[in-house]
């Protein structure tokens, strides 16, 4: 069956960085555009960023463009979401979603304070 496993959140300082994982299983990996979402305490789950099946083409939510970097390794079956530049504003369970699926995956921790 389809799983997405994410990983890589934590408690991390202002300005600093921290990079998640979505490791994928049960589907071809490499046939699907993929996609982070966020949901901060008491707000509604929010588009992050996506990247192409390839990897070609990504997208970015205007709140983390210039500071998140989504990527992918099909032959390892991951994407990645490297998170520079964090503020308190970006703390949320972060999500991975396969949109064509409707599959999210179980969310991990980010939290941004000092």
């Known amino acids: 069956q389809v799983q997405l496993v994410e990983s890589g959140g934590g408690l991390v300082q202002p300005g600093g960085s921290l990079r998640l994982s979505c490791a994928a299983s049960g589907f071809t990996f490499s046939n699907y555009a993929m996609n982070w979402y966020r949901q901060a305490p008491g707000k509604e789950r929010e588009f992050v960023a996506r990247?192409?099946?390839?990897?070609?083409?990504?997208n970015y939510a205007d709140s983390v463009k210039g500071r998140f970097t989504i990527s992918r390794d099909n032959a390892r079956r991951t994407v990645y979401l490297q998170m520079n530049s964090l503020k308190p504003e970006d703390t949320a369970v972060y999500y991975c979603?396969?949109?064509?699926?409707?599959?999210w995956g179980q969310g991990t921790q980010v939290t941004v304070s000092s």
């Open positions: 979603y396969v949109r064509s699926l409707s599959y």
């Open positions: 990247i192409s099946n390839a990897g070609g083409n990504t």
